[in-house]
Nanobody
Framework: QVQLVESGGGLVQAGGSLRLSCAAS????????MGWFRQAPGKERVFVAV????????YYADSVKGRFTISRTNAKNTVDLQMNSLKPEDTAVYYC????????????????WGQGTRVAVSS
């Protein structure tokens, strides 16, 4: 069992930056692939970035490549999402997720979810 708690959301102007953090509790954190997903108002939840158990491989949605960076610190049971050059279309609730096994982009493959943290980007 893994429990996830996100933090770091807020309101920022376009072009600004935010750093989201996800703290995980439970055992064997380093065995889990971790991901960030987001859900904009009236839309489905979609993949943003994922990272494998070691932190050696990360994958990004095309819409955030070059602007967002996912990282993890297994010793601290945390995974972060650094978001730069934010755009109004990045406005959404951002969720941290975990799955036992390899990292992938499929929302339904993730077993554990946080409650989400809201990001709003003004133009």
């Amino acid at each position: 069992q893994v429990q996830l708690v996100e933090s770091g959301g807020g309101l920022v102007q376009a072009g600004g930056s935010l750093r989201l953090s996800c703290a995980a509790s439970g055992r064997a954190f380093s065995s889990y692939a971790m991901g960030w997903f987001r859900q904009a108002p009236g839309k489905e939840r979609v993949f943003v970035a994922v990272i494998d158990w070691s932190g050696g491989n990360a994958y990004y949605a095309d819409s955030v490549k070059g602007r967002f960076t996912i990282s993890r610190t297994n010793a601290k049971n945390t995974v972060d999402l650094q978001m730069n050059s934010l755009k109004p279309e990045d406005t959404a609730v951002y969720y941290c997720a975990a799955r036992y096994g390899s990292a992938n982009e499929r929302t339904n493959d993730y077993d554990y979810w946080g409650q989400g943290t809201r990001v709003a980007v003004s133009s």
